[in-house]
Structures are given as structure tokens and as C-alpha cells.
């Protein structure tokens, strides 16, 4: 394993230990059941923490802290796939080994360590809501379509510049404000894998796992697909308009 790759591999393992550990802390602690004010602590503290590590590890790794987003890079073409399998793999142990710190800090699995689930009979003003597997698979996935394709149009194409992480925290945030109280939002694998590792609760693990991958490769394909489509505009354009597209 060469030099560059190791220290992309633990730059993505310790961004995404320090993910988890604050994310599900922070759901374990103010939960998304409390109301309004929980549901921002967990919010911010997630979109925070992705955002700050971006910052930090963006110029190591890419700071990508979730399978999803290594996927969608993968699909999107910009990196190989040895690099995506272990960034995947790094990613998965440093989930699982913040949610396990995260255990002995609160002194056991009580709490839920923050564990995703959907929700059942959420009072929404004089009704209530019960999110079913098929409605939770859909939320999971177009809540990671968002972060990847604003991965993909501002880490990954560059036109944001060094602005990209706060655009991803930023989208990491709205996404659980919407999501959290319906289905957790982990939107990641490794932030939804990591505490049920630590408590031994999997339920609708298969969900939490399989639809953020889904999200990401649709949002690549319709990233592949832009970029494509400004490629042939800007084929097509007089020799003195013609610019690059950005990818």
C-alpha cells in the first residue's frame, strides 16, 4: 500500500470515527423524539462534524466519511475501484469504533447510541404518521441523492472552491431536519451500521444500508449526465463561445 493511499484511508476512517461518535452522540443524548430543539442539536452536530472534517481532510481524502458518497464518486467516474472498496472498508471500521467509544462513554446501550429507526405513530399536528420500509427505502435514498450530488457539483466538478464543505454540511443539516424524525436519517451506512453494531439492534439494517447506495448511483448517473450534455453544448458552440465545461 503506497504512502498517498494509507493516509487517504485513515484521514477517511478517523472522519468518520469522529462522525459517528458526535452525530449518534448527539441523537442518543437530545434524541429526534424531543420535539423542534432536538431535532436541531442532532441536525447541526451532524452537519457540523462532516463540514469541519471536510475542511480538514478535504485535500487528504476528498472527505467523503460515508460508503454512499465513495459509491457515487466511484460511479461518477472519479476515482478507482480498489480506492472506493478501501475507502468503504475504513469508513466501516471507524463507524463501528466511534459507536463502540460512544457505548463506554455512556455507559452502555441504553441510550440507543443512536440508532436510526423509522418512525411509528409520530404525532404531525392532529395525525399521526407511520413510515413504512418501502416509504423509509425512499426517503434514504433521496435524502442521499441531495449530499451526493452536491458532493459531486462541488467537491468533486470544483465549482465551489474551497466553499464545497460548508455546501456539504449545509445539505447534511436540511437533510435531518426533513428526515430525522422519519426515518433517523443516517442516509450513510457506516453512521447507521456503526451504532447497531454497538447495540446489537439491526433492525431494518437492509434498508439503511442498500437505499443510500441507490441514491448516490442515480445521483451520479444524472451528474455523468450534465456534464455530458454542457460537453456537447459546448461542442456545438461557435469556436469563440466555446468554454470547457466543468465535469
Known amino acids: 500500500m503506497s504512502n498517498r493511499l494509507a493516509s487517504k484511508l485513515l484521514a477517511e476512517l478517523v472522519g468518520t470515527f469522529s462522525f459517528v461518535f458526535i452525530g449518534a452522540g448527539a441523537a442518543a443524548i437530545a434524541g429526534t423524539g424531543v420535539g423542534l430543539p432536538g431535532v436541531v442539536a442532532v441536525a447541526f452536530a451532524h452537519g457540523l462534524t462532516i463540514m469541519a472534517f471536510a475542511f480538514a481532510y478535504g485535500s487528504v481524502s476528498g472527505g467523503h466519511m460515508n460508503p454512499a458518497v465513495t459509491v457515487g464518486v466511484l460511479a461518477a467516474g472519479a476515482m478507482s475501484v480498489g480506492e472506493a472498496v478501501g475507502y468503504i472498508v475504513s469508513q466501516l471500521i471507524g463507524g463501528i469504533a466511534g459507536a463502540l467509544l460512544l457505548r463506554t462513554v455512556l455507559g452502555g446501550s441504553a ?28 426517503i434514504e435514498a433521496v435524502l442521499a441523492f441531495f449530499l451526493v450530488t452536491v458532493v459531486l457539483s462541488t467537491a468533486v466538478a470544483g465549482r465551489a472552491g474551497s466553499l464545497a464543505p460548508l455546501a456539504i454540511g449545509m445539505t447534511l443539516t436540511l437533510n435531518i431536519l426533513m428526515g430525522g424524525p422519519l426515518t433517523g436519517a443516517p442516509f450513510n451506512p457506516a453512521r447507521a451500521l456503526g451504532p447497531m453494531v454497538a447495540t446489537g439492534n439491526y433492525g431494518d439494517v437492509w434498508l439503511y444500508l442498500a437505499a443510500p447506495i441507490v441514491g448516490a448511483i442515480i445521483a451520479a448517473i444524472l451528474h455523468t449526465g450534465l456534464a455530458w450534455l454542457a460537453y456537447e453544448e459546448a461542442a456545438s458552440a461557435p469556436d469563440g463561445a466555446r468554454k470547457a465545461p466543468a465535469e
Request: net charge neutral; no cysteine.
Open 111 to 138: 441510550t440507543g447510541l443512536g440508532v436510526p429507526a423509522l418512525a411509528h405513530n409520530l404525532a404531525l399536528g392532529a395525525t399521526t404518521l407511520t413510515i413504512t420500509p418501502t416509504v423509509g427505502f425512499l
